[in-house]
């Protein structure tokens, strides 16, 4: 089920959050458990087994590793219960995710012939195993204790807010609230939680889709309607396109966690803003990027055993970050993309790019994520890196000018949306709104109502013209009269 | 007395959240409530309904997709959402949505860019023609066939398309092409090829006088687009010179949103009027091989007609009616004027697109005929190999007094859904002329050309 359609806003959502307001404490985590499998097998009843599966195995791993500490034997067999784990969740993560694509490369490599298996990826699996992982992981350490109750541990694996798109919540962020009396919310919590909810909705389906939209557009426009600028422009579409989608889902993540009593790490904060990639990558998907620094970066030794090692580590992170991101070698190569500008902009260029204006850096940080997206983008095996070639024309038809084709109408027609996706991708409109706030207190005396109705407005017109772009979203004039 | 203060603080929360989930709820279940809708006009298609789905439907997430897909088609006010939607777009800058561009005065154009329609399929659709009239040549079939492209309406309105915005080259491909036959014209001009009447330039000719040739939210020619493709065709077969007045042009409806406007709804666009000629000869029509029997005309010609459309019985029309419900149509002339009343207003003409349509001038109305026949050649009898522009334009075809070379008989051939052999319905019926007639982009996009061979 995803967020942005009608089933899960129109059903989904206020039936489960009325029911869970209504019930007992006691009832309400079984309700979020059983919602949540439900939830999860909607798209894909049978991948449901996968994630039970995934439970118990991390379940009586935790349980094992505890049982094995008090009786001292951390060392040997509480450690060979954390290896299992590992080898377990990183084994349905390959098999599931990566064994066609380990296939596909080895066929191109060494002319084999191999079969791809007949599997398809679990929606949500790579969240999933990375959450369980790092409860066995510090259960083991000392970090967390031993979840005793099998109910509130399923509910901290399935939670639907963040199974599917994240953010990637450790078990650490959570432990102190799962018990459900441990979640006391107010209704201004719930209302902050819905704010955030729709203002999330509103960034996925507003500027997201549409975004997107204009992307594939673009994307149609071949040979002669072609330029390098329109592939830039398709380029910087796509950088928003990304953006949106995922850091509303996680916005629309965090505001439900919100409305229940749960406090979900953040994980976007105004990315494409930053003034360097280091910092791009402070503020860009941050759970997974601690999630590495903490289960692999540091583990492995980090920058504490000498430079070359360091370079060694972070080769793995960014190398494991970009396959992360997909089954395909565009993500491996984006990651190691990263790997070379961080680890330049360790060596000297954080230095040289720190002497330049504030607004150089952030054109130089901009310049080098969007050419980031030009491979991402790239998933198109049988093209390899099109989409970044035709960023330095190659593949171009040149014959219309760097700006020719489709550009110049394109631009003219999309200019202002353009600005209005750079805009509201940086904090500004948030400081805007918090200086109203400021002047709305300095000059009324009953503010808070004059606030409350002012946001209440604003939300309501967000949630509808959402809802718009949803419902008109699936018309689609079929004109087979076309003649 | 603190506890009722802090509650009181909390209410306005907790009506808006309330408020919220329960509209969402509203959203969510209306279309379940307001009952099932089958079919949106506007996008001339099945919507997906409620359905109790079966295990497996749900295991392998079908019944899911579907019923997601149920609760958008069945929304009441969709199509309003999708002219709010729509007019946002635009209101953010945008000037094309769904692959049409909003033009000057409220004036719809497609958008079709050479990357679409590549000059390559434009040649292999011609080399088709080519190859599908010598191989009927070779049987020794001895019609003309004659090629009547019809010029995209963006070219022709290229005026009104938003600043910048591009087309296919069409002057350019018909530039192309005529190059590229002319080395071999002569020999192939001995061996009777293809002619081919060129509407480009007078359509470009009317269009700066200032004509609008094309509906403002249809991609269909309106009557005058029709009526100068007409013309060239009349001028051709040299048939005599007429206004388009003589054929009794009637205004049958002034409410034609047509399929760009499905495609673009803004809601200032105003609609297109249809005019259709009424002067006609008597014509008896055949649909598919089955005869489809006029009805009588009905009192105050094709405006009554209109209004009276998909109204019982008409008068005497009873044994009429029966026989047009074993072909499934009744026509007026070659009208069906019950298409009036739905949104596809263009299907008016026969109504709509058959695989093969055949038009008779009724021999026994016009006992002067044969004997006219007599001093010169016989009348003539045409196959049209086309898209829907022909039906708008066939009807100026028939003249009402009768003369020798006059058109006689038309057969329209809709490959789309024609499925017997062209060759050997043509090598059987011996027509006088052939013609290939299609607007220039469904031309080129067309993919079903080789269905004239063999």
Request: negative net charge.
């Amino acid at each position: 089920m995803v967020f942005s359609g009608m089933v899960f806003l129109g059903v989904f959502f206020p039936v489960f959050l009325l029911l869970y307001w209504l019930l007992p404490q006691a009832g309400k985590n079984l309700w979020l458990l059983l919602a949540s499998l439900f939830f999860y097998a909607w798209g894909e009843p049978v991948y449901v087994l996968i994630m039970l599966f995934s439970i118990v195995v991390d379940y009586t791993n935790g349980r094992m590793i505890g049982y094995f500490d008090a009786k001292g034997k951390h060392d040997t067999v509480g450690r060979a219960f954390l290896i299992a784990s590992i080898v377990i969740n990183i084994g349905l993560l390959c098999f599931f995710k990566y064994a066609n694509f380990f296939i596909d490369s080895l066929n191109a490599l060494f002319g084999t012939g191999l079969g791809n298996l007949a599997v398809s990826l679990p929606i949500g699996i790579s969240f999933y195993t990375f959450q369980t992982l790092s409860y066995t992981i510090d259960v083991y350490r000392g970090i967390v204790r031993p979840q005793k109750n099998p109910l509130d541990f399923g509910m901290f694996v399935t939670m639907f807010p963040q199974l599917i798109a994240g953010p990637i919540v450790r078990y650490a962020d959570v432990e102190k609230r799962l018990r459900a009396e441990d979640r006391q919310c107010t209704p201004a919590d719930v209302f902050r939680g819905l704010e955030r909810f729709i203002l999330g909705l509103g960034k996925k389906v507003l500027f997201a889709n549409l975004a997107g939209g204009l992307f594939s557009e673009l994307s149609n426009y071949t040979e002669s309607d072609r330029s390098v600028a329109l592939v830039w422009l398709a380029v910087l579409f796509y950088s928003f396109q990304i953006y949106f989608d995922f850091s509303g889902y996680s916005d629309m993540a965090i505001g439900m966690g919100q409305m229940m009593g749960f406090q979900f790490p953040e994980n976007f904060d105004h990315p494409y803003e930053s003034r360097s990639i280091t910092e791009f990558w402070r503020r860009w998907h941050m759970t997974l990027g601690s999630w590495f620094r903490e289960y692999v970066y540091i583990p492995l030794g980090g920058n504490r055993k000498g430079p070359l090692r360091q370079a060694g580590n972070l080769f793995l992170v960014w190398f494991l970050t970009g396959l992360w991101h997909g089954a395909g070698w565009n993500f491996v190569l984006w990651g190691l993309y990263y790997f070379v500008l961080l680890f330049l902009e360790k060596l000297f260029l954080k230095d040289a790019v720190a002497k330049l204006p504030s607004i150089l850096k952030r054109v130089y940080t901009l310049f080098f994520v969007a050419l980031g997206w030009g491979i991402f983008v790239c998933d198109d095996p049988s093209r390899p890196l099109s989409w970044l070639g035709g960023l330095f024309g190659i593949g171009i038809d040149r014959s219309a000018g760097a700006f020719g084709g489709m550009f110049g109408y394109s631009i003219c027609s999309h200019l202002p949306f353009l600005l209005l996706l750079a805009v509201a991708s940086t904090s500004l409109p948030a400081r805007l709104g918090g200086r109203l706030l400021q002047m709305i207190q300095e000059i009324q005396k009953n503010e808070s109502a004059t606030i409350y109705t002012l946001k209440a407005g604003y939300l309501l017109v967000v949630l509808c013209l959402s809802l718009i772009s949803i419902i008109s979203g699936s018309y689609n004039p079929f004109l087979y009269f076309r003649f | 007395m603190q506890y009722k203060e802090k509650n009181k603080k909390y209410i306005h929360y907790q009506i808006f959240i309330a408020m919220v989930l329960l509209f969402l709820l509203f959203c969510g279940g209306i279309g379940i409530l307001t009952g099932e809708k089958q079919f949106s006009e506007m996008e001339n298609r099945y919507l997906t309904s409620f359905s109790v789905p079966h295990l497996a439907e749900i295991l392998d997430g079908k019944a899911q997709e579907q019923l997601e897909q149920a609760l958008e088609d069945q929304f009441p006010w969709r199509d309003a959402c999708v002219q709010i939607s729509v007019s946002l777009k635009r209101l953010l800058g945008a000037k094309d949505a769904g692959g049409v561009y909003f033009g000057k005065d409220g004036h719809l154009i497609e958008k079709k860019l050479s990357s679409q329609l590549p000059y390559e399929r434009y040649a292999r659709n011609r080399k088709f023609i080519t190859a599908a009239m010598e191989e009927l040549h070779q049987q020794g079939d001895e019609a003309g066939w004659t090629l009547v492209l019809v010029p995209f309406p963006g070219s022709i309105d290229a005026d009104l398309l938003p600043a910048g915005a591009r087309e296919f080259d069409e002057a350019g491909y018909r530039e192309q092409a005529a190059g590229a036959e002319e080395p071999d014209q002569k020999q192939a001009a001995a061996a009777g090829a293809e002619k081919e009447l060129d509407l480009y330039a007078q359509f470009r000719e009317k269009r700066e006088a200032g004509k609008r040739l094309y509906f403002a939210t249809d991609h269909h020619y309106n009557a005058s687009g029709a009526w100068e493709a007409a013309q060239a065709l009349r001028e051709m077969f040299h048939l005599p010179e007429k206004k388009q007045e003589d054929f009794g042009m009637e205004q049958v409806t002034d409410a034609f949103y047509g399929t760009l406007y499905s495609k673009a709804p803004l809601p200032e666009i105003r609609p297109d009027s249809i005019s259709i000629p009424t002067k006609l000869p008597e014509l008896s029509v055949e649909i598919d091989g089955k005869p489809v029997d006029a009805g009588a005309e009905p009192d105050g010609g094709a405006a009554g007609a209109a209004a009276e459309a998909g109204e019982a019985a008409e008068p005497g029309g009873k044994a009429a009616g029966a026989e047009a419900e074993a072909g499934g149509h009744r026509l007026w002339q070659i009208y069906d004027m019950e298409k009036l009343r739905t949104k596809d207003k263009y299907a008016v003409y026969f109504g709509g697109n058959y695989g093969k349509v055949v038009i008779r001038k009724k021999a026994s109305a016009k006992p002067s005929a044969r004997r006219s026949g007599m001093h010169s050649g016989k009348a003539r009898r045409i196959c049209v190999i086309k898209d829907s522009y022909a039906n708008s334009c066939v009807p100026y075809l028939f003249d009402t007094e009768s003369f020798p070379d006059e058109v006689a008989e038309l057969t329209m051939i809709d490959l789309r859904y024609f499925n017997d052999s062209f060759q050997e319905l043509a090598a059987q019926e011996q027509y006088d002329e052939i013609l290939v007639f299609y607007e220039m982009s469904n031309f080129i996009e067309a993919d079903y050309f080789n269905k004239l061979l063999g």
